[in-house]
């Protein structure tokens, strides 16, 4: 959901069949590890996904592939 762009607490909270806290806890956490991100805005908090950390998981995961796509091509 987040990497359309930021979304409140409240909003993410919708999607899911949890209470305010649960939610809260679970972004916490995300927040925590470092994979999203939260802004306040006036009565609010929003969150955005952290794209650079996928980014790196998506390298990391990309050298066990062993080069094997690249002898594919061959």
Do not use: C, P
Not at 18 to 24: E, L, P, Q, V
Not at 55 to 68: A, D, H, T, V
């Amino acid at each position: 959901m987040l990497k359309r762009g930021k979304m409140s607490a409240g909003e993410i909270g919708q999607h899911f069949d949890m209470t305010g806290a649960t939610i809260s806890y679970h972004l916490s956490q995300l927040k925590k590890a470092g994979l999203i991100f939260e802004t306040k805005y006036k009565n609010y908090i929003y969150y955005e996904i952290n794209v650079s950390v996928f980014e790196e998981i998506m390298l990391w995961f990309s050298q066990f592939n062993g080069g094997k796509q690249d002898e594919e091509k061959e």
